[in-house]
């Protein structure tokens, strides 16, 4: 059954504007329903419903650039300074590296608050630059497809053909990719998507093994055993176009030029103690920790505001452990 990504004429969209179909919120409800009943079973409440095997959590250092444009110093960039933060990687479902996949990069800036625990930024990213569903009944339509059974190849073929290329195998370390964050975001009165790309010169060649944890093993080798630092360069593709680049379909690649705000370095460190391990994991990931500048947009993350919650809420309940608020002075 057809469906339409925005109620409005192309022409009279306007930038950094939301346009929510009117069957939206009929199909986030089915949808979550469906989620919560999935995750019960496979992989399991113990896990998370999204990204279940991590493979590091890592202390790293988020600098904001000192020659920003105005227009570009807003929110979390209004002024350079470095930030403490928290990097998770994952994979999107397989628990053997050598499986195709989609790879995860979240990234957790701690923003100091006088009196309090620090405010927290997350971006979360994946190693593809648009996501495979265009709304909240394409996402539904295609969980309920594979939990009846359909392979997400013959759906590739039909009626998610962005599923084409979404999943593949892992060519490179981790900290030699590059990630987007596929849906969009507020930035002030405008909408940007991220981009993370590692920085130029900095991604030494780290030989991978067929290890069913090749991907963390090739971590430890940079970070842990050659004492090698990597750098990320934090950028945004502004919405310059509300038609061609559009807030309410993520399938769509946005073409404006990555414009760099900010460098991202994840220092040496050896980070495989259990502890950290376990810090990490329970920490709360979630579009929605966002600064009021940076909220999310669209129906896919409108839709995982209520997705993240309860699937959170579900493994929390499971493992009898409350979610982590963390400080940025964590010592393990």
């Known amino acids: 059954m057809p469906d339409s990504t925005s109620p409005m004429p192309s022409e009279l969209l306007e930038i950094g504007k939301e346009y929510p179909p009117s069957d939206e919120a009929a199909f986030m409800e089915q949808l979550r329903a469906l989620h919560l009943k999935v995750h019960r079973v496979q992989p399991g409440p113990e896990h998370r ?45 397989a628990f053997d590296d050598t499986k195709p996949d989609v790879r995860g990069m979240a990234t957790k800036v701690l923003v100091p608050q006088e009196g309090g625990l620090p405010l927290q930024q997350d971006f979360l990213t994946a190693d593809h630059p648009v996501f495979f569903a265009r709304n909240v009944r394409h996402a539904f339509e295609f969980l309920a497809a594979t939990a009846s059974g359909t392979p997400s190849a013959q759906l590739a073929m039909s009626t998610h053909p962005k599923l084409v290329g979404f999943t593949k195998p892992a060519t490179s370390s981790l900290l030699a990719m590059r990630y987007w964050s596929q849906t969009p975001y ?37 970070l842990t055993l050659q004492k090698q630092p990597a750098q990320f360069d934090f950028c945004v593709q502004r919405q310059t176009d509300a038609a061609a680049m559009p807030v309410e379909d993520p399938t769509v690649e946005w073409s404006s030029e990555p414009t760099r705000l900010a460098t991202l370095t994840i220092y040496p ?64």
């Open 49 to 93: 419903g999204e990204h279940p095997k991590q493979h590091a959590g890592l202390w790293a250092t988020f600098a904001v650039e000192k020659d920003l444009a105005p227009e570009l110093r807003v929110g979390l960039f209004a002024e350079p300074r470095t930030f403490t933060a928290l990097v998770r990687f994952s994979n999107g479902r």
């Open 186 to 222: 507020a930035f002030g009165t405008g909408a940007v998507k991220y981009h993370l790309r590692p920085a130029a010169d900095t991604a030494p060649a780290i030989p991978l093994s067929q290890s069913p944890d090749f991907l963390r093993e090739a971590l430890v080798e940079q």
């Open 269 to 332: 460190q050896r980070f495989d103690s259990p502890e950290q391990m376990h810090f990490v994991e329970n920490l709360s990931w979630s579009p929605w920790n966002a600064l009021p500048q940076h909220v999310p947009l669209g129906g896919i993350n409108r839709v995982r505001r209520l997705v993240y919650q309860e699937s959170s809420a579900l493994r929390h309940d499971a493992t009898g452990t409350p979610p982590a608020a963390p400080t940025g002075r964590e010592s393990f």
